[in-house]
């Protein structure tokens, strides 16, 4: 199997706020909306599927999170909110859905 073939699906994990703050300080971190898959998103990141990744963050469904979006965090910072997955180097995470 290559990189081609690869599930992403395997490799999203939930996490807090806790281990993504390196990331969001290194400008790493990227908040996927809940309108796309992450694990497709991850695909097409690790493919190099630039036209594509370039039209998610001009949709702004991927973005960098700011300042506020961290510091709301931060309150409770041990809290699972979210899903991630890492294409080094970078992070991607999800919300977890309030339902």
Same mark, same amino acid.
């Given at each position: 199997?290559?990189?081609?073939?690869?599930?992403?699906?395997?490799?999203?994990?939930?996490?807090?706020?806790?281990?993504?703050?390196?990331?969001?300080?290194?400008?790493?971190?990227?908040?996927?909306?809940?309108?796309?898959?992450?694990?497709?998103?991850?695909? #097409?990141?690790?493919?190099?599927?630039?036209?594509?990744?370039?039209?998610?963050?001009?949709?702004?469904?991927?973005?960098?999170?700011?300042?506020?979006?961290?510091?709301?965090?931060?309150?409770?910072?041990?809290?699972?909110?979210?899903?991630?997955?890492?294409? #080094?180097?970078?992070?991607?995470?999800?919300?977890?859905?309030?339902?």
């Amino acid at each position: 199997m290559d990189e081609m073939d690869f599930d992403f699906r395997d490799q999203i994990q939930t996490t807090d706020w806790y281990p993504l703050e390196i990331h969001f300080k290194n400008n790493a971190l990227f908040v996927v909306s809940n309108s796309l898959n992450l694990a497709e998103v991850a695909g #097409a990141v690790a493919r190099d599927e630039k036209i594509k990744v370039e039209a998610w963050v001009s949709q702004n469904t991927i973005y960098r999170p700011d300042a506020e979006f961290a510091e709301f965090h931060r309150k409770d910072q041990y809290k699972v909110f979210a899903n991630f997955i890492i294409v #080094a180097p970078y992070v991607f995470i999800q919300l977890l859905s309030l339902e």
